[in-house]
């Protein structure tokens, strides 16, 4: 039976990224109602991304740098950004397929 403790940790970059993909994606009308390619976009994001895990996000703040903090939203963004345009290019070839 797992730990309950367990149930805390998670990768700090997967709110970020979901926040800016939901943010973005008003944004991105050939994405409109695709739930789907939203979490597409997700997977290619958060793989792009080195994990931070943390059990808090107080964690974060507490041990991060302000030059830190920025570098991590800057890959953030330029992760989500990179992933909508990449799921884009294959969403031809999932129709197709």
Known sequence: M???VFRTV???NE?????LIEAEAARQPDFAGQPDLLADVAC???NALPPRYIRHSID???YMT???RLALESGV???????FAFVRSRMG???AG
């Open 2 to 4: 797992p730990l309950l």
């Open 77 to 83: 963004t330029n992760a989500v950004r990179s992933a």
């Open 15 to 19: 709110q970020a990224v979901f926040d």
């Open 60 to 62: 974060m703040s507490f």
């Open 66 to 68: 302000d030059q830190e």
């Open 44 to 46: 290619v994001a958060l």
């Open 10 to 12: 998670h990768n700090h």
């Open 93 to 95: 070839q999932r129709d």
